[in-house]
Nanobody
Framework: QVQLAESGGGLVQAGGSLRLSCAAS????????MGWFRQAPGKEREFVGG????????YYADSVKGRFTISRDNAKNTVYLQMISLKPEETAVYYC???????????????WGQGTQVTVSS
């Protein structure tokens, strides 16, 4: 399995921006689909967006389209989640994960990072 570590979370005001990073070790990400998920207190973990690492094809939840962008740096074996126009209801722990298939389902992702807290104040 690939080991993943998120960073870049923090406190931001509503309307602000953050960029999260997901650094991978143990394996290159070229054969993986990388996903970003988030989980707010008392809620289920939900899909935010994903990228086929080899092709760069991205896909997003409808709620974040146009505001969140996923990118990757092959040399650094790292995936990024750029978030703009953040809303208070998007306060959550954000996780990156790796899968072997194109999916929006938590169950298809078998490697997870520890998560990074994003807090959006109103």
């Amino acid at each position: 399995q690939v080991q993943l570590a998120e960073s870049g979370g923090g406190l931001v005001q509503a309307g602000g921006s953050l960029r999260l990073s997901c650094a991978a070790s143990g394996r290159t990400l070229s054969s993986y689909v990388m996903g970003w998920f988030r989980q707010a207190p008392g809620k289920e973990r939900e899909f935010v967006g994903g990228v086929s690492y080899s092709s760069g094809t991205t896909y997003y939840a409808d709620s974040v389209k146009g505001r969140f962008t996923i990118s990757r740096d092959n040399a650094k074996n790292t995936v990024y989640l750029q978030m703009i126009s953040l809303k208070p209801e998007e306060t959550a722990v954000y996780y990156c994960a790796a899968a072997r298939v194109f999916s929006r389902s938590v169950r298809d992702f078998d490697s997870w990072g520890q998560g990074t807290q994003v807090t959006v104040s109103s």
